[in-house]
Each structure stands twice: as C-alpha cells, then as structure tokens.
C-alpha cells in the first residue's frame, strides 16, 4: 500500500475558478505534511506546509484532517500562472514520501 | 543563493556504462537525499543520509550506491547503468532528518539516458 494516494488528474479549469486537490495517507505517524509544485521539466518547490488548524497563504487554503488522514490543498481565483502538478508530501522518521502528483491546467 | 547543486544536467549512456551525479548544498544542511522521479511513479527514495557520516537505503536502492563525501556533498553512483535506470534524479537537502516540521529543498535535476 502506498504511504500517499492522490488523484493524478488532470484538472482542467477556467480561469478564476475554485479548485480542491485531496490526498489520503496511509501512515497515522506520519509527522508534518506539505504541499509541493512542480513545473514541467522542473524540479519541485515547497508550497506551503500543512498545519492542524489549516493555514492560509493568499488564494491558497491547505487542511489537515488527522483522524481520516486526508490533506487538501484549495486554490481560489485560479489564474493561469497557477498551471503546475502540485504533489502532496508527508514527512514521517526520516524519510520524506511524496503523493504522484495532481495536474492542474487553467484556462483562458 | 545557490542552494542544492546537481551536476550534469543532461547525461546519456550505454548500457553498462558507470557515472556519477554530483550534488552539492550551501545551505548547511544535515540531511541529503537522491530521488528518482517517473512518469506514473512520483518521486522514489533511492538513498538518503540524514547526517554526515551515515547513509542508508530508501525504496529503491538496487542498482545504486552513494557517498556523503562531507556535510555539503552527497554523490549518487550508478556501477552498471541499466535502461531502467532511465529517469530524472533529484538531489533534496533538508536542515535535519527525525521530528520537526522540515522542508526539503530540491537541485534542477540531472535527466539520464541509458541506451
């Protein structure tokens, strides 16, 4: 069973919709939790990390829920610099696992 | 800021063949790990070594062997490049591996051939 499951997409969107990405875990251990980017042909950049309470960071809204070992990632007024795979990444003892990834593709 | 540095960026070989891919950070960083990524897979441990001195094997390590030469330096080796070892390999450098909320900072990447 893998440590992290993700819709691999693709998400294909217009410009300034809502869209939500989910990704479950399989490791209740599992200690601190991210969301990564990644353009094509690049290597993957840090989002934004995954707090409890849920953290925000302009348009973009990411979740913790612990007792369903789910994490969500919610991006609000899509703009088309927002096109990018976005991997979900959970840390858990000394290794880092990372979800396949979901394609999202706003359009004009 | 330089952060993680891979080198090359652009490799074939053939079959049998043997190379390594260097990497190096400038952050100070305790922790340095070699991901393979391909499509379909996600991005797959290969080794990683959470301090100086040590390394061990992640999911994917045949075929492979590493070496944290110093605190910034940490060499992926393939002995016999084999056609499934085709793929793009990331170097990632974190401050510390164990508990604690920590981000992986990841090198351009190194795109490998095998014929």
């Known amino acids: 069973r893998k440590e992290v499951e993700q819709d691999p997409g693709p998400f294909n969107v217009p410009e300034g919709a809502t869209v939500a ?35 925000e960071d302009g348009r973009f809204t990411a979740q913790l829920n612990r007792a369903s070992q789910y994490i969500s990632l919610l991006i609000r007024d899509s703009k088309l610099s927002d096109s990018a795979t976005y991997l979900c990444v959970l840390h858990t003892g000394n290794q880092f696992y990372f979800g396949t990834g979901t394609s999202l593709t706003v359009i004009p | 800021n330089a952060g993680v ?11 049998g063949q043997s190379m390594t ?38 999911e994917v390590p045949n075929g492979y062997n590493v ?3 110093n ?3 940490f060499s992926l080796r393939l002995e016999s ?14 401050e510390k591996a164990g508990a604690g909320a920590n981000v992986l900072t990841f090198g351009a990447g190194s795109r490998l051939t095998v014929l």
């Open chain 2, 67 to 69: 070496s944290r030469l």
């Open chain 2, 71 to 73: 605190k910034r330096e």
């Open chain 2, 81 to 94: 490049a084999a056609p499934s070892q085709t793929s793009v390999y990331f170097c990632a450098s974190s």
């Open chain 2, 21 to 58: 891919l260097q990497c190096a950070q400038d952050m100070n960083h305790n922790s340095m790990y070699w991901y393979r990524q391909d499509p379909g897979m996600g991005l797959r441990l290969i080794y990683y070594s959470a301090s100086e001195g040590t390394t061990d094997k992640g």
């Open chain 2, 5 to 15: 540095t891979q080198t090359p960026k652009f490799q074939v070989l053939k079959t």
């Open chain 1, 21 to 55: 990405f989910n990704c479950t875990y399989s490791n209740s251990a599992s200690q601190s939790f991210f969301w990564y980017r990644q353009d094509c042909r690049k290597e993957p950049k840090l989002l934004m990390s995954v707090y409890s309470s849920g953290n």
